[in-house]
């Protein structure tokens, strides 16, 4: 069964930049579109960027435009979300779910892990 792991989470100032990983095992990671999702603290979950498992093809969040962007790397079997420029709305734990399908849906991802704490805060 595929499982996924998160990390690169961590307190950064205002402006700053981080790259999440998500790594995954039990499966080919590229099979499989994924989403980052946030949960900020109080909030509901909610998608922020997905990558599709056709032809790499990326879609975000009309909020995060410009300040996120999907990559991924098959030879490690992991999928990057770098965030430059953080604000303190972008605090929240992320998580990089997958599914078979290349969709906004949260219903439609069926793997989940535990996710990362990102803290943006002066």
């Known amino acids: 069964q595929l499982q996924l792991v998160e990390s690169g989470g961590g307190l950064v100032q205002p402006g700053g930049s981080l790259r999440l990983s998500c790594a995954a095992s039990g499966g080919t990671l590229d099979h499989y579109a994924i989403g980052w999702f946030r949960q900020a603290p109080g909030k509901e979950r909610e998608g922020v960027s997905w990558?599709?498992?056709?032809?790499?093809?990326?879609d975000y969040e009309d909020a995060v435009k410009g300040r996120f962007t999907l990559s991924r790397d098959n030879a490690k079997n992991t999928v990057y979300l770098q965030i430059n420029s953080l604000l303190s709305v972008h605090t929240g734990v992320y998580y990089c779910?997958?599914?078979?399908?290349?969709?906004?849906?949260?219903?439609?991802?069926?793997?989940w892990g535990q996710g990362t704490m990102v803290t943006v805060s002066s």
């Open positions: 990558i599709s498992n056709s032809d790499g093809s990326t």
């Open positions: 779910p997958a599914s078979w399908l290349f969709t906004v849906l949260t219903s439609a991802y069926n793997y």
